[in-house]
């Protein structure tokens, strides 16, 4: 059973900028993609970045150039640093985790997920 614990959200003016981190338990590296989803009031969830079980990394358009994601093997955690924030960014953020065939974009390719971190973001 493959357990994701998130932490790092709070709240920040626009221009700011956040780590969310997410430590996950239970499974070994390239066995499974991860991934982070954010989800606004009223809005579905969405893919905002992922790491491909073979390393590789995708981001979602409206966060490129602006947040990366990675991954320490040795502690077997995931980072979302987050910059350049805007007030549409604010949501609850989920860690994720499926897989190793999948890509960690899409919620229903999702088998886990974490208890999710809110990130508000003002102007």
């Known amino acids: 059973q493959v357990h994701l614990v998130e932490s790092g959200g709070g709240s920040v003016q626009a221009g700011g900028s956040l780590r969310l981190s997410c430590a996950a338990s239970a499974f070994a590296t390239g066995s499974h993609c991860m991934g982070w989803f954010r989800q606004a009031p009223g809005k579905e969830r969405e893919g905002v970045a992922a790491?491909?079980?073979?390393?590789?990394?995708r981001y979602a358009e409206s966060v490129k150039g602006r947040f990366t994601i990675s991954h320490d093997n040795a502690k077997n955690i995931l980072y979302l640093q987050m910059n350049s924030l805007k007030p549409e960014d604010t949501a609850m953020y989920y860690c994720?985790?499926?897989?190793?065939?999948?890509?960690?974009?899409?919620?229903?390719?999702?088998?886990?997920w974490g208890q999710g971190t809110q990130v508000t973001v003002s102007s």
């Open positions: 790491m491909l079980s073979d390393g590789s990394l």
């Open positions: 994720a985790a499926a897989p190793w065939y999948y890509t960690c974009r899409t919620p229903s390719e999702v088998n886990y």
